[in-house]
C-alpha cells in the first residue's frame, strides 16, 4: 500500500489523470462510449481512494478531471430531473464517503472558509419556505449545504504540499487550454474548408467556432476557469528562471484565448498578462529577465504576422459600437433590470433559483451574468451581505502572511471575480467547486512550506 502511496504522491499519477481526462473530453460523437467508460473509470477509482486512504489529496486530481469533462450537451431543467451519469457521480461519492467515515472516523475541522459557506447555504434554503415548491427549486437550493459539506469534508481530510497541490492546477490549466484548442481546431479544420485562411478564422471567431458548448460550459466559461488557474503557469517561469521553455505554456494560453473570441475572456487575459508579467519582473534574476525579453520579442515579431487576428478581435469586442449598451453587453442590461423586479419583490431573501426561467429557453433556469445582480435576484439582502464576507474572509486569507503560490492564486481568483461582474462566476457549479479545491490545496498548512 505504501508503494501505491507514493505513487499517488507523484507527479506521473497527476500527469496520467490529465492526460485521461483530455481523452475523456474529446471521446465524443462516436466516441461517446469511451466518454461514458472513462467517467465510470474515474467514478470507481475515486471511490476506491476514499475507501482506502486517510488522505483524501489523491481524490483531488480526479475531482477537477470530473468537473473539467462532463460533457451533456445544452443541460436544462430535465436534465436534473432525470435518472444520468449527474446521479452515478453522486451515487459513487457517497458510497466511498460513507465507507470513508466509518473506516477512518475523521474529525470535522473548521476551515478559513466554513462560515462563509455556511452563510450561503442558509441563504440557498429560505427561499424554499415561501416559494412554490418544485422538486428542482429543492435540489437546486440544497446545492448552497453540498457546497458546505464538500468543504468541510476536504478541509477536514486533506495534507500535502505545495509542489502537489501546484502540479495540480498547472496540469489543468493545460487540459483547460488543449480543451479550447481542441475546440477551435475542430472548428476550423472541418467547416468551411472552401474559404481561405482569413474568412475561416473569421467566421470560425465569430461562431464561436460554429459550437460554443464544450459539454460542462460553454465557451466563456471555459475562458474564466483558465484565468483562474492560469497562475499555476507562472508559477513554474518564476520557479526555474533559466528554463525559457516555461514561457511556451502562458503564450499558447493567450494566443488560444486570442482565437476563442470570447470578449469576456480578452479582459480577463489582459488583466492576468498584465499583473502576473509584474510578479515575474519582481521575482526573477538577471537569466529570467533575459528570457522575458526574448519572449517579448518573439511575441511582438509573431503579432505582426497575425495581425488580421487582433483585427478580428478588436471588432467582435466592441460588437458595434457603444451607442446601444443593451446590444453591445448582449442584453446585460435587460437580464439586470429582471434581476432589480424580482429584488423589488424580495428585497430581503430574494426569489430562490427558479424566480425566473431563461427568457430564450423556458427549459432553464435564468442565470444574470453578474454576481452582483444574480445574488440580488436569488438570495436578495441576505445573500448580498454573505457575498461580502465570503470575499472579505477569502481574500484576507490570500493577503496574510503571503507566499507565492497564495499571490498567484489571488490574481486568478480576484480576476475570475472581476469576471463575475458581468457573466456567471461566483455561484455557478463547476467554478464554485473549483474554487472550494483550490482553497483546500492552499490551506492545511500546503502553503508554509513555500516561504515568503
Same mark, same amino acid.
Request: net charge neutral.
Given at each position: 500500500?505504501?508503494?501505491?502511496?507514493?505513487?499517488?504522491?507523484?507527479?506521473?499519477?497527476?500527469?496520467?489523470?490529465?492526460?485521461?481526462?483530455?481523452?475523456? *473530453?474529446?471521446?465524443?460523437?462516436?466516441?461517446?462510449?469511451?466518454?461514458?467508460?472513462?467517467?465510470?473509470?474515474?467514478?470507481?477509482?475515486?471511490?476506491?481512494?476514499?475507501?482506502?486512504?486517510?488522505? &483524501?489529496?489523491?481524490?483531488?486530481?480526479?475531482?477537477?478531471?470530473?468537473?473539467?469533462?462532463?460533457? &451533456?450537451?445544452?443541460?436544462?431543467?430535465?436534465?436534473?430531473?432525470?435518472?444520468?451519469?449527474?446521479?452515478?457521480?453522486?451515487?459513487?461519492?457517497?458510497?466511498?464517503?460513507?465507507?470513508?467515515?466509518?473506516?477512518?472516523?475523521?474529525? $470535522?475541522?473548521?476551515?478559513?472558509?466554513?462560515?462563509?459557506?455556511?452563510?450561503?447555504?442558509?441563504?440557498?434554503?429560505? $427561499?424554499?419556505?415561501?416559494?412554490?415548491?418544485?422538486?428542482?427549486?429543492?435540489?437546486?437550493?440544497?446545492?448552497?449545504?453540498?457546497?458546505?459539506?464538500?468543504?468541510?469534508?476536504?478541509?477536514?481530510?486533506?495534507?500535502?504540499?505545495?509542489?502537489? #497541490?501546484?502540479?495540480?492546477?498547472?496540469?489543468?490549466?493545460?487540459?483547460?487550454?488543449? !480543451?479550447?484548442?481542441?475546440?477551435?481546431?475542430?472548428?476550423?479544420?472541418?467547416?468551411?474548408? !472552401?474559404?481561405?485562411?482569413?474568412?475561416?478564422?473569421?467566421?470560425?471567431?465569430?461562431?464561436?467556432?460554429?459550437?460554443?458548448?464544450?459539454?460542462?460550459?460553454?465557451?466563456?466559461?471555459?475562458?474564466?476557469?483558465?484565468?483562474?488557474?492560469?497562475?499555476?503557469? *507562472?508559477?513554474?517561469?518564476?520557479?526555474?528562471?533559466?528554463?525559457?521553455?516555461?514561457?511556451?505554456?502562458?503564450?499558447?494560453?493567450?494566443?488560444?484565448?486570442?482565437?476563442?473570441?470570447?470578449?469576456?475572456?480578452?479582459?480577463?487575459?489582459?488583466?492576468?498578462?498584465?499583473?502576473?508579467?509584474?510578479?515575474?519582473?519582481?521575482?526573477?534574476?538577471?537569466?529570467?529577465?533575459?528570457?522575458?525579453?526574448?519572449?517579448?520579442?518573439?511575441?511582438?515579431? #509573431?503579432?505582426?504576422?497575425?495581425? $488580421?487576428?487582433?483585427?478580428?478581435?478588436?471588432?467582435?469586442?466592441?460588437?458595434?459600437?457603444?451607442?446601444?449598451?443593451?446590444?453591445?453587453?448582449?442584453?446585460?442590461?435587460?437580464?439586470?433590470?429582471?434581476?432589480? !423586479?424580482?429584488?423589488?419583490?424580495?428585497?430581503?431573501?430574494?426569489?430562490?433559483?427558479?424566480?425566473?426561467?431563461?427568457?430564450?429557453? $423556458?427549459?432553464?433556469?435564468?442565470?444574470?451574468?453578474?454576481?452582483?445582480?444574480? &445574488?440580488?435576484?436569488?438570495?436578495?439582502?441576505?445573500?448580498?451581505?454573505?457575498?461580502?464576507?465570503?470575499?472579505?474572509?477569502?481574500?484576507?486569507?490570500?493577503?496574510?502572511?503571503?507566499?507565492?503560490?497564495?499571490?498567484?492564486?489571488?490574481?486568478?481568483?480576484?480576476?475570475?471575480?472581476?469576471?463575475?461582474?458581468?457573466?456567471? &462566476?461566483?455561484?455557478?457549479?463547476?467554478?464554485?467547486?473549483?474554487?472550494?479545491?483550490?482553497?483546500?490545496?492552499?490551506?492545511?498548512?500546503?502553503?508554509?512550506?513555500?516561504?515568503?
Amino acid at each position: 500500500m505504501k508503494t501505491v502511496e507514493r505513487f499517488l504522491n507523484s507527479k506521473l499519477y497527476i500527469s496520467m489523470i490529465v492526460i485521461l481526462a483530455g481523452i475523456t *473530453f474529446v471521446a465524443r460523437g462516436p466516441y461517446q462510449d469511451l466518454n461514458t467508460y472513462l467517467t465510470m473509470f474515474f467514478l470507481v477509482t475515486f471511490s476506491l481512494l476514499l475507501i482506502l486512504f486517510k488522505n &483524501t489529496l489523491y481524490t483531488l486530481p480526479i475531482a477537477f478531471a470530473l468537473i473539467y469533462t462532463y460533457n &451533456t450537451k445544452n443541460p436544462s431543467l430535465e436534465t436534473i430531473s432525470e435518472f444520468n451519469i449527474i446521479y452515478m457521480i453522486v451515487i459513487f461519492v457517497l458510497g466511498g464517503l460513507i465507507i470513508h467515515f466509518i473506516r477512518f472516523r475523521p474529525k $470535522p475541522k473548521k476551515g478559513i472558509l466554513s462560515y462563509a459557506y455556511i452563510w450561503f447555504a442558509v441563504a440557498y434554503l429560505i $427561499p424554499l419556505l415561501y416559494r412554490p415548491f418544485t422538486w428542482t427549486l429543492f435540489q437546486l437550493s440544497i446545492i448552497g449545504l453540498i457546497y458546505f459539506l464538500i468543504y468541510l469534508f476536504y478541509i477536514s481530510t486533506t495534507s500535502g504540499n505545495k509542489h502537489y #497541490a501546484l502540479w495540480v492546477l498547472f496540469g489543468f490549466s493545460l487540459l483547460l487550454v488543449f !480543451e479550447m484548442g481542441y475546440h477551435i481546431g475542430l472548428g476550423f479544420f472541418t467547416e468551411n474548408l !472552401e474559404l481561405t485562411l482569413r474568412e475561416r478564422v473569421s467566421l470560425g471567431m465569430r461562431s464561436s467556432w460554429y459550437n460554443g458548448d464544450f459539454g460542462w460550459a460553454n465557451i466563456n466559461d471555459v475562458a474564466i476557469h483558465i484565468t483562474l488557474l492560469f497562475g499555476a503557469q *507562472f508559477y513554474y517561469i518564476i520557479k526555474y528562471k533559466k528554463q525559457i521553455w516555461f514561457w511556451i505554456f502562458p503564450i499558447l494560453t493567450g494566443f488560444i484565448i486570442l482565437l476563442s473570441a470570447s470578449r469576456g475572456g480578452y479582459i480577463s487575459m489582459a488583466l492576468s498578462i498584465l499583473i502576473y508579467t509584474i510578479l515575474v519582473l519582481r521575482h526573477v534574476d538577471k537569466w529570467g529577465f533575459v528570457n522575458f525579453i526574448i519572449m517579448v520579442i518573439t511575441v511582438s515579431v #509573431a503579432s505582426y504576422f497575425i495581425l $488580421p487576428v487582433f483585427e478580428e478581435a478588436f471588432e467582435i469586442a466592441i460588437q458595434g459600437g457603444f451607442d446601444d449598451l443593451d446590444q453591445f453587453s448582449s442584453s446585460r442590461i435587460t437580464l439586470y433590470k429582471h434581476a432589480l !423586479e424580482i429584488f423589488k419583490d424580495y428585497p430581503l431573501f430574494g426569489g430562490g433559483w427558479e424566480a425566473m426561467t431563461d427568457i430564450g429557453n $423556458p427549459d432553464r433556469i435564468q442565470v444574470f451574468h453578474s454576481t452582483i445582480f444574480h &445574488t440580488l435576484a436569488v438570495m436578495g439582502s441576505f445573500g448580498l451581505i454573505a457575498l461580502g464576507y465570503y470575499f472579505f474572509i477569502s481574500f484576507k486569507y490570500l493577503l496574510s502572511n503571503r507566499t507565492l503560490i497564495k499571490t498567484l492564486m489571488f490574481v486568478g481568483i480576484l480576476i475570475s471575480q472581476i469576471h463575475g461582474l458581468y457573466d456567471n &462566476t461566483m455561484f455557478m457549479l463547476i467554478y464554485t467547486l473549483a474554487t472550494i479545491f483550490i482553497f483546500v490545496l492552499l490551506e492545511n498548512e500546503i502553503e508554509k512550506a513555500d516561504g515568503n
